[in-house]
Protein backbone atom coordinates (compact mmCIF):
# COMPACT_ATOMS: atom_id res chain seq x y z
CA UNK A 1 0.00 0.00 0.00
CA UNK A 2 1.34 3.29 -0.90
CA UNK A 3 2.39 5.53 1.86
CA UNK A 4 -0.24 8.41 2.23
CA UNK A 5 0.91 11.75 1.90
CA UNK A 6 1.36 13.00 5.74
CA UNK A 7 3.01 9.43 6.49
CA UNK A 8 5.23 10.96 3.33
CA UNK A 9 6.26 13.98 5.55
CA UNK A 10 6.52 12.21 8.62
CA UNK A 11 9.50 9.88 6.56
CA UNK A 12 10.96 13.18 5.18
CA UNK A 13 11.48 15.22 8.67
CA UNK A 14 12.16 12.14 10.46
CA UNK A 15 15.09 11.59 8.43
CA UNK A 16 16.06 15.14 7.92
CA UNK A 17 15.24 17.56 11.02
CA UNK A 18 15.69 20.59 8.80
CA UNK A 19 12.65 20.37 6.90
CA UNK A 20 10.34 20.69 10.14
CA UNK A 21 9.33 23.77 9.53
CA UNK A 22 7.49 22.69 5.85
CA UNK A 23 6.43 19.90 7.80
CA UNK A 24 4.42 21.58 9.84
CA UNK A 25 2.99 23.70 7.18
CA UNK A 26 2.07 20.55 5.07
CA UNK A 27 0.58 19.00 8.10
CA UNK A 28 -1.46 21.67 8.85
CA UNK A 29 -2.94 21.70 5.19
CA UNK A 30 -3.94 17.40 5.60
CA UNK A 31 -6.65 15.73 7.52
CA UNK A 32 -5.69 14.36 10.44
CA UNK A 33 -3.52 11.15 9.69
CA UNK A 34 -3.47 7.91 12.38
CA UNK A 35 -0.19 6.18 10.67
CA UNK A 36 1.69 9.97 10.64
CA UNK A 37 0.67 10.57 13.98
CA UNK A 38 1.74 7.05 15.03
CA UNK A 39 5.23 7.24 13.06
CA UNK A 40 5.84 10.48 15.16
CA UNK A 41 5.45 8.70 18.45
CA UNK A 42 7.13 6.07 17.14
CA UNK A 43 10.17 8.46 16.51
CA UNK A 44 10.10 9.69 19.63
CA UNK A 45 10.02 6.40 21.40
CA UNK A 46 13.31 5.31 19.52
CA UNK A 47 15.08 8.94 19.38
CA UNK A 48 15.24 9.34 15.99
CA UNK A 49 13.29 12.90 16.31
CA UNK A 50 13.75 15.04 19.09
CA UNK A 51 10.83 15.64 21.97
CA UNK A 52 10.38 19.55 20.87
CA UNK A 53 9.70 18.45 16.90
CA UNK A 54 7.66 15.76 18.13
CA UNK A 55 5.45 17.95 20.04
CA UNK A 56 5.11 20.72 17.56
CA UNK A 57 4.25 18.13 14.59
CA UNK A 58 1.65 16.12 16.52
CA UNK A 59 -0.25 19.69 16.60
CA UNK A 60 0.46 20.30 13.47
CA UNK A 61 -0.89 16.43 12.56
CA UNK A 62 -3.98 17.13 14.66
CA UNK A 63 -5.06 13.31 15.40
CA UNK A 64 -6.26 12.96 18.71
CA UNK A 65 -3.99 9.72 19.05
CA UNK A 66 -1.34 11.86 19.95
CA UNK A 67 -2.52 14.19 22.81
CA UNK A 68 -1.36 11.55 25.42
CA UNK A 69 1.67 11.51 23.73
CA UNK A 70 2.12 15.61 23.42
CA UNK A 71 0.66 15.91 27.13
CA UNK A 72 3.71 13.50 27.93
CA UNK A 73 5.88 15.85 26.95
CA UNK A 74 4.47 18.64 28.16
CA UNK A 75 4.57 17.03 31.67
CA UNK A 76 7.92 15.29 31.61
CA UNK A 77 10.01 18.79 30.72
CA UNK A 78 12.29 17.31 28.31
CA UNK A 79 13.66 21.61 27.56
CA UNK A 80 14.18 23.04 24.23
CA UNK A 81 10.75 24.97 24.13
CA UNK A 82 9.43 21.09 24.19
CA UNK A 83 6.57 22.16 26.55
CA UNK A 84 5.52 25.53 24.91
CA UNK A 85 5.01 23.16 21.79
CA UNK A 86 3.44 20.65 23.82
CA UNK A 87 0.77 22.46 25.45
CA UNK A 88 -0.04 24.18 21.71
CA UNK A 89 -0.34 20.78 20.10
CA UNK A 90 -3.13 19.79 23.14
CA UNK A 91 -5.14 22.91 22.14
CA UNK A 92 -4.69 22.43 18.67
CA UNK A 93 -5.66 18.54 18.88
CA UNK A 94 -8.84 18.78 20.55
CA UNK A 95 -9.60 22.41 20.63
CA UNK A 96 -12.11 23.47 23.93
CA UNK A 97 -11.74 20.04 24.93
CA UNK A 98 -8.50 20.23 26.36
CA UNK A 99 -9.43 23.28 28.05
CA UNK A 100 -10.17 22.06 31.54
CA UNK A 101 -6.99 19.65 31.05
CA UNK A 102 -4.66 22.91 30.67
CA UNK A 103 -5.99 24.62 32.84
CA UNK A 104 -5.23 21.98 35.83
CA UNK A 105 -2.06 21.46 34.14
CA UNK A 106 -1.49 25.61 34.44
CA UNK A 107 -1.17 24.75 38.72
CA UNK A 108 -0.35 20.89 38.81
CA UNK A 109 1.92 19.82 36.89
CA UNK A 110 5.56 19.48 38.50
CA UNK A 111 7.67 21.55 36.98
CA UNK A 112 6.92 25.74 35.93
CA UNK A 113 7.97 25.59 32.32
CA UNK A 114 5.45 22.71 32.07
CA UNK A 115 2.68 24.62 33.46
CA UNK A 116 4.39 27.41 31.44
CA UNK A 117 3.80 25.02 28.40
CA UNK A 118 0.21 25.15 29.46
CA UNK A 119 -0.60 28.78 29.62
CA UNK A 120 0.27 28.68 25.93
CA UNK A 121 -1.86 26.34 25.16
CA UNK A 122 -4.45 28.29 26.75
CA UNK A 123 -3.05 31.89 25.19
CA UNK A 124 -3.88 29.45 21.70
CA UNK A 125 -7.27 28.49 22.80
CA UNK A 126 -8.26 31.64 23.69
CA UNK A 127 -11.51 33.11 25.43
CA UNK A 128 -12.32 34.68 29.25
CA UNK A 129 -11.98 30.90 30.92
CA UNK A 130 -8.22 30.93 29.68
CA UNK A 131 -6.94 34.11 30.44
CA UNK A 132 -8.65 34.93 34.01
CA UNK A 133 -6.76 31.16 34.95
CA UNK A 134 -3.55 32.64 33.30
CA UNK A 135 -3.96 35.76 35.38
CA UNK A 136 -4.83 33.57 38.21
CA UNK A 137 -1.61 31.14 37.92
CA UNK A 138 0.80 34.45 37.64
CA UNK A 139 -0.80 36.10 40.49
CA UNK A 140 -0.19 33.07 42.58
CA UNK A 141 3.28 32.05 41.24
CA UNK A 142 2.76 28.82 39.38
CA UNK A 143 4.31 30.67 36.19
CA UNK A 144 6.56 33.45 36.00
CA UNK A 145 4.96 37.17 35.20
CA UNK A 146 6.27 37.88 32.27
CA UNK A 147 4.97 34.48 30.70
CA UNK A 148 1.60 35.07 32.40
CA UNK A 149 1.84 38.86 31.32
CA UNK A 150 2.77 38.04 27.28
CA UNK A 151 -0.30 35.85 27.45
CA UNK A 152 -2.59 38.32 28.68
CA UNK A 153 -1.29 41.57 27.09
CA UNK A 154 -3.47 40.87 23.83
CA UNK A 155 -6.52 39.72 24.70
CA UNK A 156 -9.12 41.82 24.70
CA UNK A 157 -10.15 41.93 28.55
CA UNK A 158 -6.47 43.16 28.93
CA UNK A 159 -7.21 46.36 30.94
CA UNK A 160 -9.37 44.38 33.40
CA UNK A 161 -7.05 41.71 34.01
CA UNK A 162 -4.76 44.97 35.16
CA UNK A 163 -6.65 46.13 37.01
CA UNK A 164 -8.04 42.87 39.46
CA UNK A 165 -4.08 42.41 39.71
CA UNK A 166 -3.23 45.41 40.39
CA UNK A 167 -6.00 45.15 43.13
CA UNK A 168 -4.95 41.90 44.38
CA UNK A 169 -2.54 44.15 46.39
CA UNK A 170 0.15 42.04 45.32
CA UNK A 171 3.60 42.64 44.50
CA UNK A 172 3.40 39.87 41.81
CA UNK A 173 0.34 41.27 40.80
CA UNK A 174 1.99 45.08 40.52
CA UNK A 175 4.69 43.12 38.20
CA UNK A 176 2.49 40.99 35.97
CA UNK A 177 0.51 44.57 35.18
CA UNK A 178 3.55 46.28 34.42
CA UNK A 179 4.86 43.64 32.19
CA UNK A 180 1.49 44.00 30.32
CA UNK A 181 1.73 47.74 29.81
CA UNK A 182 5.28 47.07 28.51
CA UNK A 183 4.37 44.22 25.97
CA UNK A 184 1.70 46.30 24.85
CA UNK A 185 4.08 49.19 23.93
CA UNK A 186 6.85 47.35 22.61
CA UNK A 187 5.84 44.03 20.78
CA UNK A 188 4.80 44.79 17.29
CA UNK A 189 3.77 41.47 16.80
CA UNK A 190 0.78 41.83 19.24
CA UNK A 191 -2.55 42.59 18.00
CA UNK A 192 -4.03 44.67 21.03
CA UNK A 193 -6.84 46.10 21.98
CA UNK A 194 -6.97 49.66 22.48
CA UNK A 195 -8.82 50.43 25.91
CA UNK A 196 -11.02 53.21 26.01
CA UNK A 197 -10.75 56.15 27.69
CA UNK A 198 -12.22 55.37 30.95
CA UNK A 199 -10.50 52.36 31.17
CA UNK A 200 -6.97 53.88 30.67
CA UNK A 201 -8.76 56.01 33.96
CA UNK A 202 -9.22 53.52 35.70
CA UNK A 203 -5.89 51.35 34.86
CA UNK A 204 -3.92 54.38 35.93
CA UNK A 205 -5.19 55.58 38.93
CA UNK A 206 -4.95 51.19 40.15
CA UNK A 207 -1.30 51.68 39.07
CA UNK A 208 -0.56 55.12 41.24
CA UNK A 209 -2.47 53.01 44.02
CA UNK A 210 0.18 50.17 43.69
CA UNK A 211 3.01 51.89 43.33
CA UNK A 212 3.01 53.28 46.78
CA UNK A 213 2.30 49.93 47.96
CA UNK A 214 4.77 48.31 46.20
CA UNK A 215 6.56 50.69 43.50
CA UNK A 216 9.88 49.69 45.64
CA UNK A 217 10.03 46.04 44.24
CA UNK A 218 10.11 47.13 40.28
CA UNK A 219 13.49 47.55 39.06
CA UNK A 220 14.76 51.29 38.24
CA UNK A 221 14.47 51.07 34.77
CA UNK A 222 11.33 49.22 34.73
CA UNK A 223 10.06 52.02 37.35
CA UNK A 224 10.53 54.70 35.04
CA UNK A 225 9.40 53.19 31.99
CA UNK A 226 6.06 52.58 34.26
CA UNK A 227 6.24 56.48 35.15
CA UNK A 228 6.65 57.73 31.68
CA UNK A 229 3.65 55.67 30.43
CA UNK A 230 1.57 57.09 33.42
CA UNK A 231 2.26 60.76 32.61
CA UNK A 232 1.56 60.23 28.95
CA UNK A 233 -1.60 59.40 30.14
CA UNK A 234 -2.50 61.06 32.84
CA UNK A 235 -4.85 64.11 31.04
CA UNK A 236 -7.18 61.18 30.68
CA UNK A 237 -6.81 60.13 34.05
CA UNK A 238 -9.06 62.99 35.48
Known sequence: MAKSKAMSIVSQVAANHAYFKLAAVDLEKLKPDPGATHALIEALRDGTAPAWMVAHLLGC???????????????SAPGCLAESYAGVALAKIRGSGALDDLVSLLTEAPSKVSREGAAYGLQHLG????????????????????????????????????????????ERGLLIATWIIEFRETASNLNVTRWTQQATRDVVRAFRGSLERHGEHLSGARRRRLDQWIQQHAGLSG
Not at 131 to 139: C, F, I, L, M, P
Request: aromatic fraction near 2%; hydrophobic fraction near 45%.
Open 61 to 75: SGHDDGYAVAREILV
Open 127 to 170: GAVAARAVAEAGRDGHIKPNVAASVLAAVPSSGQHVLDLLDSGL
